[in-house]
């Protein structure tokens, strides 16, 4: 018995590693009075070193990076976007709440439950990306959304931490979108 339960662990410990605790469910881009806008949803499955360091005070930080690049551009080729949208969710214990923050626009939203909050904080519902007037009919677009932990804007003593602990490392696969004008 002790032999398959050491194959068995062997067998799923890269499939541990490579599994993402940050999705991207949904993407998409739509056409709306001359802009794309950008429609995403994320799913935040935080494990448990992350949350505690949440409920005891710490703000964690999400890195969403959005590309928009032509269909079979060649990598000199700059992209038409590149922006990261950051997003933070506190906890304040003395009020119990959590706070999701849009740290671009400074909106912020107050939540009674840490589901709720996490589910603020990956919506993403209507983010204009680009004029139509700067994309070509005659051309295809590709979008690429990413989400991360930004372990830089963790508190200075907790970093070193963050960078050698896999809980720490989170981040999404990237997602894309085929966009048509």
């Known amino acids: 018995m002790p032999v398959r339960s050491w194959l068995l662990t062997f067998l799923l410990f ?5 599994a993402s605790d940050f999705r991207v469910s949904e993407l998409s881009a739509k056409q709306r009075e001359g802009f794309f806008v950008m429609r995403a949803e994320l799913v935040y499955d935080f494990p448990e070193r992350p949350l505690e360091a949440l409920q005891n005070g710490v703000p964690l930080t999400i ?20 922006i990261r949208l950051r997003y933070q969710i506190r906890y304040h214990a003395l009020a119990s709440i959590y706070q999701v923050l849009d740290l671009q626009s400074g909106n912020q939203q107050d939540f009674v439950t840490l589901e709720s909050a996490l589910a603020a904080l990956g919506e993403i519902p209507s983010f204009p990306l680009i004029s139509a007037e700067e994309l070509r009919s005659d051309e ?6 990413k989400a991360e932990l930004d372990i830089e804007a963790l508190p200075l003593p907790l970093r070193p931490m963050a960078y050698i602990t896999p809980s720490w490392n989170l ?8 966009l048509k004008p």
């Open 63 to 82: 890195d969403v990076h959005v590309q928009l690049r032509r269909e079979g551009a060649w990598i000199w080729e700059e992209d038409l976007l590149d």
């Open 171 to 178: 981040s999404s696969e990237r997602k894309t979108w085929l």
């Open 14 to 18: 890269p499939a541990l590693l490579l």
């Open 140 to 145: 295809s677009y590709v979008l690429s959304l």
